[in-house]
């Protein structure tokens, strides 16, 4: 099933174990690779510390500009754990004890365990659907059009298995790829402008690579949903390679 | 050499590859490490695709609230390479030909190799002082606040090389950090608020870790620039954990 127009997505990262350089990201990448899969392309992602003003300006900003923000990180029982709090002032509901969470979580602490820090993980602003997860008992929920996520990965992806049948199949975007040992970008560069200019539609782009055994080259890609303009683009940049002296090979490089 | 206020900075990540998930960001992390340790802290970072009209309003917002405003990608030979254009545009100078770059590529490039693609390589906003690397001839530059350079993070760390002594030293963010197996953050949020509240001047952060061989704990973390109160900070979080019952140990667990 696929509809005309495709919605678009934002990723919001929060959190100052990212901007402090202690912690290398990869959520962005799963998700953007998976929401692409989905027809739900990822138009921008900002990374932003723990602080509420910036978290509650943020959040109003992104979710009216895109159809869906993801969040992840800042959704623990911590003082700095302020995610849940905050997109409640953004969207002007009380953030408050949610009975349900309340429930599962006492259920799942030993008794006298649930201190005030985990309650807090329980409470959550009205209206708020929670993501169950199979990992954890972190408290991820989605309101509105903004999801919000764990930012540990192994907890933020097995949300995300649960979420994903929630947000509907589009158009994914499709791609084709050839590459060339010994090409260089700068001697290509005029024959993948015209052959851009001539498929406004879709999106080409040019990515140098270094093979392990230090071999370089430049793999040309093509992304789009229009199949006859990819067929089309796919020949002409395995003819601009020939061209250019170099040989063709399907797909991208092995990484 | 330290300074009462250390300037900040913003990241601007270009580029269509990482938000498709095709490519992961591995630039970010290590201009907020290299950035930390010079006392210039990163205060956000933003990835949008190459769209002209985008990289122009962001350059201009970003570079007028924070110091320093830190580019990676499109500055190749290719269509796509846009960002010298667009940085011009949200200076409001002309981009025109750099005569000692072009000297420079031209003399790099064999006899007819010097192409428009090439040439437009050394097209830089006027003003701009070009970043010299020593592994490519990528035209990096800074221009004001503003210092652009490649996303091919081999590249990219050359030029900040070749940067870092323009940038000064200001006072770096120190940090403690004790960890302990069998440490749950929901049994230690409530003792590790009340240790923020006691020094709001520093950041505390409490990171859980899963360790290769399976064992679970949470590593406390403080960071700052008021020596005392770190040492304060350690001593109340080395406390906290033997209070809980856990075994603390120095510093971080090892990845």
């Not at 100052?16 to 027809?39: K, P, Y």
């Not at 700095?80 to 953030?95: K, L, M, N, Q, R």
């Amino acid at each position: 099933m696929t509809t005309a127009s495709s919605p678009t997505a934002a990723i919001l990262v929060i959190g100052n174990e990212i901007l402090s350089g202690r912690t290398q990201d990869v959520n962005v990448q799963f998700l953007a690779t998976r929401l692409g899969a989905l027809g739900i392309p990822v138009r921008e992602v900002r990374v932003i510390p723990d602080v509420a003003r910036t978290i509650v300006d943020t959040v109003i900003e992104l979710r009216a500009r895109y159809d869906h923000l993801f969040t992840t990180g800042g959704i623990g029982p911590t003082h700095d754990d302020i995610t849940s709090a905050c997109v409640a002032e953004a969207f002007g509901v009380p953030w408050e004890p949610h009975p349900e969470s309340m429930r599962l979580l006492e259920a799942y602490m030993a008794p006298g365990e649930f201190n005030a820090a985990r309650q807090r993980m329980a409470t959550l602003p009205r209206g708020a659907v929670p993501i169950p997860n199979s990992v954890s008992v972190a408290p991820g929920f989605t309101i509105g059009n903004v999801h919000v996520m764990a930012g540990v990965p192994r907890i933020m992806r097995a949300m995300f298995d649960a979420l994903e049948p929630e947000l509907g199949r589009f158009d994914p975007v499709r791609q084709v790829a050839v590459h060339a040992d010994r090409l260089l970008e700068g001697a290509l560069a005029e024959g993948l402008e015209r052959i851009q200019d001539d498929h406004p539609g879709l999106e080409l782009g040019s990515y140098p690579y270094e093979r392990p055994d230090g071999r370089r080259g430049v793999a040309l890609v093509a992304k789009g949903t229009d199949d006859a303009a990819l067929a089309a683009v796919h020949d002409a940049l395995w003819s601009l390679i020939v061209t250019l002296g170099a040989t063709p090979v399907e797909g991208e490089p092995p990484p």
